[in-house]
């Protein structure tokens, strides 16, 4: 029964996933003093890349796979970073507790991939992502039916357009408004299908729902919100085996020769199941990164948090699936890899650009409770912020770069920006912004 | 080939080989050089690629658009005259750019 295996030499860290919190904590790790050999491992076939533009520019064909790559060969070797493509581990072994004087484990063990190597390591983190959210419909399984997180996605996706004229995107979230204003750009009917009663509504407030409902239907795409599909249908003759379109519950028909899905992402928990660590929507880490072993790492999208933001509640824990977060967190965890415990540094922050709206967000608005909406359309600019008794927490701001780079400064340094103040669109945020101890006095 | 001379805050020089159509940003990212953190990769969404560019090298330079110019104003070190978003200049054939990275982007 036993098949050969190839057995690695041992690496001092082993980071299973070529993510960009992967390749941050790599290059973070040369950056504090770790010294010893880094394998970075990764399941899919391409040099590790950013994911971002996927849904943007790449699928536009404004930029190529070479802009997506993170660094370059010369970099990983001259680095001693070691590059692994194309290889999936699905079992970890832990090595007992050993050596230590404690006798607590050291941390060491091997991975053991999918086609039988090997790969001891003294060290492992786990920066193993989230994969898209499956949808169960009739029809699911026809071809056409499309999901979008990996550059083969995206390929697979370019590689359909010439033969679609009308695409329907299920999720009205960041990837499918992202997608769906790439690919009515390209010229393509598109349709929309939002569950929920507004759009992004897991990221965003409503007036910013709002205003992108707007903006996206006067550009001409179809956006239908609580939207209740009933099945995607087959085509027929030449097009038997292929998905020709979605029925609704109400028994219309909006056809697609293509549908991509966008609902959102699952951890990747499975490995840390395995090895009996912590896991509750994501790898439980606490606030250096470190899992329920003690000695695993985990960062980025996979890894479920302690609050990050100052004056979080005490408890409060949050998964953030950001380029920001992977950066970050991977740092916390370079830190904790040498022996440093580091707080989180810096606000969260997000991006996603549809077509010429620009939207960035400073903060988190968790437990906003008013908020403030700047608004100048001779400008096209549209800002909304959120505060939580009094002090801004967070803010939206579509085309509006100097809103949002007043509010992520004005929290990263503890400041406030009242709210009376910000009403007026006319006012530069910059110029409001108050230390919170002279607000809470003035109040 | 274009050359683009990255020095960091401290005085130290890095010279890297650029590829026309690249930015500078992406150059000094894939190269590792330090100073330059470009979170959001290249969409003008983070301001963290600010560079300083030697002065007389300035007017060579195509001009920035009005995004570039709003999110300068958001950078950790303050902009100057010289500032720029290395992301928004794309390497041109022939170019020999001379950039100072700041003490710190975040």
Redesign the interface.
């Known amino acids: 029964m036993s098949t050969p295996t190839t057995e690695r030499a041992e690496t001092g860290l082993l980071i299973i996933g070529a993510s960009q919190a992967g390749v941050q904590l790599a ?1 973070s790790l040369r ?1 504090t003093g770790f010294d010893e050999h880094i394998t970075l491992l990764g399941e899919e076939d391409h040099r590790p890349y ?1 994911r ?2 996927l849904s ?2 790449f699928l536009q064909d404004k930029v190529d796979k070479e ?6 060969q ?2 990983w070797d ?2 001693d970073i070691e590059l692994v493509k194309g290889a999936r581990i699905e079992r970890i072994e832990k090595n007992a507790p050993g050596g230590d004087a404690d006798g607590s484990p050291d941390g060491s063990g091997v991975a053991i991939a999918t086609d039988g190597t090997r790969y001891p390591f003294r060290r492992l983190a786990l920066a193993v992502g989230a994969r898209a959210r499956r949808l169960q419909i009739e029809g699911a399984e026809l071809d056409g039916v499309v999901y979008l997180r990996s550059a083969d996605d995206a390929l697979d996706l370019k590689a359909r357009l010439g033969d679609v004229q009308d695409a329907v995107v299920v999720g009205g979230g960041f990837i499918g408004l992202e997608a769906a204003c790439s690919l009515h750009g390209m010229g393509k009917n598109v349709a929309v299908m939002e569950y929920g009663p507004r759009l992004v509504g897991r990221a965003v407030g409503e007036d910013t729902s709002e205003y992108f409902l707007q903006a996206h239907r006067g550009r001409g795409i179809d956006i239908r919100l609580g939207a209740r599909m009933k099945r995607f249908v087959e085509g027929t003759g030449e097009r038997a085996g292929k998905v020709a379109g979605v029925e609704l519950e109400d028994g219309t028909v909006v056809d697609a020769q293509l549908v991509l899905v966008g609902i959102g992402v699952v951890p990747n928990t499975e490995l840390a199941e395995q090895m009996g660590l912590a896991v509750d929507n994501g790898i439980v880490v606490d606030r250096h990164a470190v899992a329920s072993d003690g000695t695993t790492v985990a960062v980025g999208d996979v890894a479920n948090m302690p609050n990050p933001l100052p004056g979080a509640p005490e408890g409060e824990r949050i998964r953030l699936e950001s ?2 977060n992977a ?1 970050e967190h991977a740092k916390i965890a370079a830190y904790s890899l040498t022996g440093r415990q580091e707080e989180y ?2 606000i969260p ?1 997000f ?1 996603s ?1 549809q077509a010429d709206l ?1 939207l ?1 967000i400073a903060g988190l608005t968790l437990g906003y409770d008013s908020t403030v909406v700047r608004r100048d359309d001779a400008k096209g600019k549209f800002s909304v912020l959120y505060y939580r008794e009094g002090q801004v927490i967070a803010a939206d701001c579509v ?1 509006a ?2 809103d ?3 509010v ?2 004005a929290l990263g340094k503890g400041q406030n920006i009242p709210a009376e103040a910000a009403a007026d669109p006319a006012a530069p945020l ?1 110029s409001l912004v108050v230390d919170r101890h002279v607000q809470e006095v003035s109040a | 080939m274009p050359t683009i001379h990255y020095t960091d805050a401290a005085g130290s020089t890095i010279d890297i080989n650029a590829n026309v159509g690249d930015s500078v940003m992406e150059t000094a990212v894939r190269n590792g050089v330090p100073g330059i953190v470009a979170e959001c990769g290249g969409s003008l969404s983070c301001a963290t690629c600010h560079v300083f560019v030697r002065e007389d090298e300035v007017d060579q330079l195509p001009e920035m658009s009005e995004m570039e110019d709003e999110m300068l104003y958001g950078t950790t070190e303050d902009r100057r005259d010289n500032s720029r978003l290395s992301c928004q200049i794309k390497v041109t054939e022939g170019m020999d750019l001379h950039v100072t990275t700041p003490e710190t982007q975040v």
Do not use: C, D, T
Not at chain 1, 67 to 72: A, K
């Open positions: 290059v950056g950013q971002p533009a943007k520019e802009n997506l790559i993170f660094r370059s010369e970099y001259e680095h380029v920001n950066i540094a810096g922050w991006w650009n620009k960035q085309n770069p100097l949002f780079m007043a992520r400064n910059k």
